[in-house]
């Protein structure tokens, strides 16, 4: 029983070593982007952009899009959804490749506007630091703005009201629900899901968001047959 209990001590103090280690990483590694230019100064870039699209101006079906595909609990969970991490982790294992990521929305904006696609670990453990900082500072409803505003729909369009007049020559507030799903589903992989890059490929992607709306409550069965 002692060296049971010693085994378990040991076990406990290195798993707290390695996780202090991993906020030292995290935390440097986004204070050595704030040294570059603060979180303020990059917020009021964004927002201050003469097509800076502001919640209220967006239709609901593409916000409500959004938060299905995206992270349908967003408003539910912190700046890490640890449920959804877990969800993700037993997915990939199950299906035997990467499927989800676990990210929620804040920390894929702490992403776009601190990290651009660096694929790296140390990357990741800064976003998380940064994503809570987002979260201290800002509404989740601001937070979603910046999301929908620097995220990359393919063809050259970035953020919502370049892909929604680009996609569609309509305005982010007018877009219906068989435009806001296609859109929704753009971000995830721009390269593959914009429809002109490959048309079979969105349609695929947006019978997924649409499916999503339905499990969510967001569209009825009949809303969602139409769109199918």
């Given at each position: ?172 507030k007018d877009l219906n629900l068989d435009e806001s799903s296609m ?46």
């Amino acid at each position: 029983m002692k060296v049971f209990r010693k085994i378990l001590l040991i076990l406990l103090i290195l798993i707290i070593v390695i996780l202090s280690i991993f906020c030292i990483i995290g935390f440097s590694t986004y204070s050595a982007k704030l040294k570059e230019k603060p979180l303020v100064n990059r917020i009021e870039e964004i927002t201050s952009d003469e097509h800076f699209v502001k919640f209220g101006d967006m239709s609901a079906d593409y916000r409500n899009a959004v938060i299905a595909v995206e992270d349908h609990r967003y408003y539910d969970h912190g700046p890490v959804d640890f449920i959804g991490i877990g969800r993700a982790i037993f997915n990939n294992i199950r299906y035997g490749e990467l499927r989800e990521g676990g990210s929620t929305i804040t920390q894929q904006v702490a992403k776009n506007i601190f990290f651009s696609h660096e694929q790296t670990f140390t990357r990741k453990l800064g976003e998380i630091f940064a994503a809570f900082d987002l979260e201290k500072n800002y509404t989740k409803n601001e937070i979603f703005e910046l999301y929908v505003n620097t995220a990359y729909f393919g063809d050259g369009y970035y953020g919502i009201y370049d892909a929604s007049y680009g996609y569609y020559n309509k305005s982010p507030k007018d877009l219906n629900l068989d435009e806001s799903s296609m859109l929704a589903g753009v971000p995830n992989a721009p390269s593959v899901y914009a429809p002109t890059v490959n048309l079979t490929l969105a349609k695929q992607r947006q019978q997924h968001v649409i499916k999503k709306m339905l499990e969510y409550g967001y569209i009825t069965n009949e809303q969602a047959l139409e769109i199918l």
